[in-house]
């Protein structure tokens, strides 16, 4: 992407008051939330300007989501890798040591 495809995507956040980062829910919970608001229909924007700009902007960001492309298959992935997502490894590696969860135990 050049400089100018992430001036647009920059500016489209910023009119939809997203951060950083946002997921695809939280855009279009951000394009319903201010079309509700900025509709001409339900009173908010009487000529429609901002609504211009408001679907402007979501259409920019969905495009971009929309030709993201998304990795299908791990990388360098072998047969030793698999026992990496075993699910109870999983549990054991993030909650083991919590007493909740069966580490330590407590005392009654």
């Known amino acids: 992407m050049n400089s100018k495809e992430w001036q647009a995507i920059e500016k489209a956040a910023k009119v939809l008051g997203l951060n950083d980062r946002a997921t695809l829910g939280e855009i279009k919970r951000a394009f319903h939330r201010l079309s509700k608001l900025y509709h001409p229909d339900t009173g ?9 700009v408001i679907t402007a902007a979501y259409e920019t960001l969905t495009r ?5 492309r998304y990795p299908l ?19 054991r590696a993030r909650f083991g040591q919590d007493p909740l969860w069966g580490g330590k135990k407590r005392k009654p």
């Open 44 to 52: 908010g924007d009487a000529n429609g300007e901002k609504m211009y």
């Open 64 to 68: 971009y989501c929309d030709s993201y």
């Open 73 to 91: 298959k791990r990388e360098n992935a072998g047969e030793d890798d698999l026992d990496i997502y075993d699910p109870e490894d999983w549990w």
